[in-house]
C-alpha cells in the first residue's frame, strides 16, 4: 500500500505491525517497502535514493499509479490474495443453514447484484453470492447466496420469496437442500 505521506505510513507501521487483528491466529506484520534498484530511504510517491518512482510492488505492479487507484495493481489479485491467507470474515463457502437457494434471476444478473441484494440482510463471506451461468456468460437463472448467520439467511427469505419480478415470473428464495444424489443413465461401470 503507497500512503500520501510518510508520517501516514510511519503510523500505520507503528500502530499496526505486530497487533493480533480479530479473527487471526498470527500477528499482523506490516513495514516498508523494499526498493527496487537497492535504494534504501523512502520517499513519498514511491522514489527512494534512486528515483525514477521504482517502488517494490508484491503482487507484480509497476507502482506507477502514485498511490490511491494505482495502474499495475489488481484488486482480484488482493481478494484472491486475502481469501487464500484466510483472514476474511466468514471464510470458505460452507452449505451449512445460512446457504440459500435462487431461481427466477433474470439472465443478466452478476455475482455483484446479487451481493448488492442480499448483503442488506446480513454478513456474506467473501464468495457467497455465486450465479450460476452459461458458456456465454449470462445467467442460467438460478444463484446460490451463503450467509454467514442463519437468521440474515431466514430474514431474506422471508423478505424476498415470492416477488415478482417485472416479466411476471416469481423470484423463489428457499434454503438449499443437501445435493441430490445423481441418477445413473443406464449401466455403468460394475453393472
Not at 34 to 49: L, R, V, Y
Not at 85 to 109: E, F, M
Not at 145 to 157: L, R
Request: glycine share 20%; net charge neutral.
Amino acid at each position: 500500500v503507497e500512503f500520501q505521506s510518510v508520517d501516514e505510513a510511519t503510523w500505520v507501521v507503528e500502530n499496526l505491525n505486530g497487533n493480533l487483528a480479530q479473527g487471526l491466529s498470527t500477528p499482523v506484520n506490516c513495514r516498508f517497502a523494499n526498493q527496487q534498484g537497492g535504494g534504501s530511504a523512502w520517499a513519498p510517491g514511491g522514489a527512494g535514493k534512486g528515483g525514477g518512482g521504482n517502488r517494490w510492488e508484491p503482487y507484480g505492479g509497476k507502482g506507477e499509479g502514485g498511490g490511491k487507484g494505482g495502474k499495475g495493481a489488481s484488486i482480484a489479485i488482493l481478494k484472491k490474495g486475502l481469501q487464500a491467507a484466510g483472514v476474511l470474515p466468514g471464510g470458505k463457502w460452507s452449505n451449512d443453514t445460512g446457504a440459500l437457494y435462487v431461481r427466477g434471476l433474470p439472465a443478466d444478473t452478476t455475482n455483484c447484484d446479487l451481493y448488492e441484494i442480499f448483503s442488506p440482510f446480513g454478513a456474506i463471506p467473501s464468495g457467497g453470492c455465486w450465479a450460476m451461468t452459461a458458456e456465454d456468460g449470462t445467467c442460467k437463472g438460478i444463484a446460490f447466496i451463503n450467509f454467514i448467520n442463519d437468521a440474515d439467511a431466514q430474514n431474506a427469505i422471508a423478505t424476498l420469496h415470492g416477488t415478482m419480478m417485472p416479466d411476471g415470473t416469481t423470484l423463489t428464495v428457499q434454503p438449499k437442500g443437501q445435493p441430490k444424489a445423481k441418477q445413473g443413465k443406464g449401466k455403468g461401470k460394475g453393472e
